[in-house]
């Protein structure tokens, strides 16, 4: 994993361009917006980017930094094997992703 760091209202991820990144935050705080829409906070060890690398899709949302934010991230081409080697990992991405849908349901 690569060590990234974001300033205070940085712009991590855009909403509808494409996306090869999968990001965990180790310290800081951000924002994840989707329309323009605060949908909700994410910090240390919470991870986005998922959603465009598992459907390969363009974004889904948009994640601005609160603060100094520290991520680890991995690309599409490293993130893949590691899911397809850790059959834990990932039960919990499509338990995070279903719940993502039925959220957005309700929204």
């Not at 994993?1 to 990144?21: I, P, Q, Y």
């Not at 965990?24 to 980017?49: C, N, Q, W």
């Not at 590691?82 to 959220?103: F, H, P, Y």
Request: hydrophobic residues 40%; aromatic residues 8%.
């Amino acid at each position: 994993m690569k060590e990234r760091t974001f300033n205070a209202g940085d712009t991590v991820l855009v909403e509808g361009e494409s996306g090869v990144g999968f990001f965990v935050i180790d310290t800081g705080h951000a924002t994840v917006s989707v329309g323009g829409s605060e949908r909700r906070k994410l910090g240390p060890g919470d991870y986005f980017g998922e959603v465009a690398l598992l459907a390969k899709t363009d974004r889904t949302a948009t994640v601005t930094a609160d603060e100094e934010l520290r991520c680890y991230g991995l690309t599409s081409w490293a993130f893949r094997p590691i899911v397809e080697e850790n059959a834990s990992l990932g039960w919990k991405l499509l338990q995070a992703l279903g719940k993502m849908l039925s959220d957005r349901q309700r929204a």
